[in-house]
């Protein structure tokens, strides 16, 4: 893995790895001193087409915890907005000797064509792209589910574990979401059970090729005792870009899809609440179900940037800047030993 | 003006024998060429299958307007080296070939460059916004005597609109030509939406909203009697709903591009602009059904929908390139490889699908004929045997978004003949100062 553009980059003992490492590089945020040496002399470039201020700065804060350059590059108010392209503003990160690409992207697939088309040499890394991935959410979700529902209720250590067993549902604007789409493909690999709830006219044609169950029916899937439920912000940008009457009216939509405090009774005790934010609290969510105990969304925010630095280690650290250690078979070796975090 | 022995060529495919092109007609076939070819310039076309001249429904010079894409005399280069003898420019320049005078103007650019005929297509509507018809009968009264109406790249959707178009050109036998694409359905539409839309996160462009155009404009065009063209139909819907027409007695025809019968979209994965087509290329289920409407008549013509475009407007993400592919230099050898040499169609079916029925369609009186004593000599001869890999730079369309680049496609253009005259020998173009 050169780079990481969707979540079906990772087979499943990659995967695990990137977790692993993650819960390793959270180790060290809880110490006095956060900031590690290990990519000190490399550069990110955080490449933003689209606003995003928590992801940005969540990849922002693991570079530096790392202590990489962090060059942050906003399409707004710069030579973008002026009509430059993704093609010639790549050159000039690669001119500036950019090591690994963080790319925001409002358009599905931007990533990959920067990834291949030769106009940057440093490892691209998928912020989000239009409806189509974001694989660290997926990450940090899928890291997150592990610390609460694997091993002894997170106690025990959950190091080299995957989630199967685990039933998931992911609830929610599954159409515009690539957040769905990833963690669709990440939670299969690590061997959890996927259900999506939506209405109909939010759940994509084609779905019936994704490795997950399809219900219109959130009550009904409330009632098997998911362990875990995974609200998805409706996006109603995306919308009204696309002719909008998905549903017939927000209230509607609350009774039929929204998480609130009735719903939250019925989940095992066991049982968390994600959300990728921002919420629209009230619509998806209630402020009861938002705020209750169940609920991990700070957290996700914290293992964000575990997840994110691990991410950037697993590319960066080793070999030369822009390439990364392996077997030349898409295999990860990585020292994760706090020697080498440290070295 | 030189006269040609073509010695051992197989006119359909058939049998070898001589033909002798003469006064830019066909003027003897076998033994009595042979007798009168003495002083010709022979051509040896042992095993090589001779086609009459290829025809183009639908094709996109550019000029005016984009000529860094393309311009009529690049493109009717393409075209010769195609194979084809007499091609549609469509109507979407800048300025729109919406009055008399910008299709006189094209008309008068391919006749000057001589490659092969440019027959401009009028656009249905003024600036091809849908609302207002455009002065059709004066296009078909022009010099260019436009008889195929499209406001291709844009569906004619208002119903109201394409029913007067429809009447309208049964003044002077026009035929229009839709692109059939239900706005509505396919605002923000990247690609085919299907398993791999939704996969990719690209917002869908359904079949049905290709098909549901279609059907209402065959029901349009019986109610008024007239004649209507589908251009680059691309699902099994759309191909029932014309089987369906025609056995209604519709006067409807329809057409299939080279991408559509051989590409899926499964290319889509890479996000290589390249394949950003509209239509978007299908399923291989629709892939089988439209080859399958070729070989059994449903669809008449096979039209290239030759779309080039500067390079800066594909060398981008997907969402931000545009839709379309070049096919010109390629569109017989696609032809050959899905239905030809699978035994689907004989060269005789090619000669009706490329040749013949686009010219029926055009109404152009000297395209697409028997190959026959007296008959123009517009004529193709290709190779059906030899083999090469697509590389667009040394292509001669101005633009490089092939999506057969760096595929091997099975036979070659050999030459072309333009009224008798010689624009394409030993599979390259024969420049102005070397005719005579």
């Given at each position: 893995m050169r780079h990481l553009l969707s979540a079906a980059d990772l087979d499943r003992d990659e995967a695990v790895l990137v977790l692993d490492t993650a819960g390793q590089m959270a180790a060290t945020?809880?110490?006095?001193?956060?900031?590690?040496?290990?990519?000190?002399?490399r550069t990110v470039v955080n490449l933003f087409f689209e606003d995003s201020t928590r992801t940005r700065i969540s990849f922002e804060t693991a570079a530096k915890r790392l202590s990489a350059d962090v060059i942050n590059f906003s399409a707004k108010g710069s030579s973008v907005s002026k009509g430059e392209s993704l093609k010639d503003t790549a050159l000039t990160l690669q001119a500036m000797g950019a090591d690994a690409v963080v790319i925001r992207h409002q358009a599905s697939g931007a990533p990959h064509t920067l990834a291949y088309?030769?106009?940057?040499h440093g490892a691209v890394v998928n912020a989000g792209d239009g409806m189509h991935q974001h694989p660290t959410q997926a990450l940090l979700d899928a890291y997150t589910l592990r610390r609460h529902l694997v091993g002894d209720g997170g106690r025990a250590d959950a190091t080299g574990r995957d989630l199967a067993g685990v039933h998931v549902a992911i609830v929610g604007d599954v159409l515009h979401s690539r957040v769905a789409r990833s963690n669709v493909q990440l939670l299969r690999t690590l061997g959890a059970r996927v259900t999506l709830v939506a209405p109909p006219t939010l759940?994509?044609?084609?779905?019936?090729?994704?490795?997950a169950e399809v219900s219109y029916d959130l009550d009904e899937v409330l009632a098997t005792g998911p362990d875990a439920v995974m609200m998805l912000r409706v996006q109603r940008e995306r919308m009204s870009s696309a002719?909008?009457?998905?549903?017939?009216s927000p209230l509607e939509y609350t009774r039929g899809y929204g998480l609130d405090a009735r719903r939250l009774a019925v989940l095992p005790d066991h049982a968390v609440v994600l959300h990728p934010g921002p919420m629209n609290r009230g619509l998806e969510i209630s402020a009861d179900a938002a705020d209750s105990p169940r609920a991990v969304i700070v957290e996700q925010v914290a293992n964000g940037v575990a997840v994110r630095m691990a991410v950037l280690y697993l590319l960066l650290?080793?070999?030369?800047?822009?390439a990364r250690t392996g077997d030349g078979q898409g295999r990860t070796h990585v020292r994760t030993d706090e020697t080498r975090a440290h070295a | 003006m030189t006269t040609y022995l073509l010695t051992g060529a197989r006119p359909l495919g058939g049998d070898p024998t001589d033909v002798l092109l003469a006064d830019g007609v066909v003027a003897a076939l076998g033994a009595q060429a042979r007798r009168a070819g003495g002083d010709a310039h022979v051509v040896e076309a042992d095993g090589l299958v001779l086609l009459p001249g290829l025809v183009d429904l639908h094709t996109h010079l550019r000029e005016p307007g984009r000529e860094d894409a393309e311009t009529v005399e690049s493109g009717t280069r393409a075209a010769a080296l195609g194979g084809f003898t007499a091609v549609h420019a469509m109507a979407n320049t800048t300025p729109t070939q919406d009055t008399a005078g910008v299709v006189e103007q094209v008309w008068r650019l391919g006749r000057d460059a001589g490659w092969c005929d440019v027959h401009p297509v009028g656009a249905v509507t003024v600036g091809l916004a849908g609302e207002r018809l455009a002065e059709l009968s004066a296009m078909a009264r022009s010099a260019a005597a436009v008889r195929v109406f499209s406001d291709d790249g844009r569906c004619v959707h208002d119903p109201v609109v394409m029913r007067r178009a429809l009447e309208y050109v049964k003044a002077f036998d026009g035929v229009v030509a839709q692109h059939a694409q239900e706005p509505r359905l396919t605002e923000g539409a990247q690609m085919h939406e299907g398993v791999v839309s939704a996969e990719l996160g690209l917002t869908g462009w359904p079949s049905v909203a290709e098909e549901a155009i279609v059907a209402r404009d065959v029901l349009l065009a019986e109610h008024v009697g007239s004649r209507l063209h589908v251009l680059h139909l691309s699902t099994a819907g759309s191909v029932e709903i014309v089987r369906w027409a025609k056995a209604r007695g519709i006067d409807v025809t329809a057409e299939v591009t080279p991408h559509h019968l051989m590409l899926t979209d499964e290319r889509a994965r890479g996000y290589d602009p390249r394949f950003k087509v509209n239509p978007p290329l299908r399923t291989a289920e629709d892939v089988e059904a439209v080859r399958e409407g070729l070989a059994d008549g449903t669809i008449d013509t096979v039209g290239t929908d030759h779309a080039p475009h500067a390079r800066e407007d594909k060398d981008c993400e997907w969402a931000a390139a545009a839709f379309g592919m070049t096919g010109l230099e390629t569109a017989l050898s696609v032809v050959q490889a899905v239905m030809v040499d699978t035994g689907r169609m004989t060269w005789v079916d090619v000669a009706r699908v490329m040749s013949s029925a686009p010219a029926r369609i055009g109404r152009l009186?000297?395209?697409?004929?028997?190959?026959?004593?007296?008959?123009?000599?517009?004529l193709t001869l290709v190779d059906p045997a030899a083999r090469r890999v697509v590389v667009p730079e040394q292509q001669a369309t101005a633009s490089v978004n092939s999506p057969f680049a760096g595929q091997e496609l099975p036979g070659s253009v050999v030459a072309t003949f333009l009224r008798g005259r010689a624009t394409v020998l030993d599979g390259a173009l024969v420049e102005q100062g070397a005719r005579v």
């Open positions: 945020q809880a110490r006095e001193i956060k900031k590690l040496p290990t990519l000190r002399g088309s030769g106009w940057t759940v994509p044609v084609g779905v019936h090729s994704w490795p002719g909008g009457g998905f549903f017939p650290a080793g070999g030369e800047p822009g | 009186t000297g395209q697409g004929r028997p190959i026959a004593p007296g008959e123009p000599a517009n």
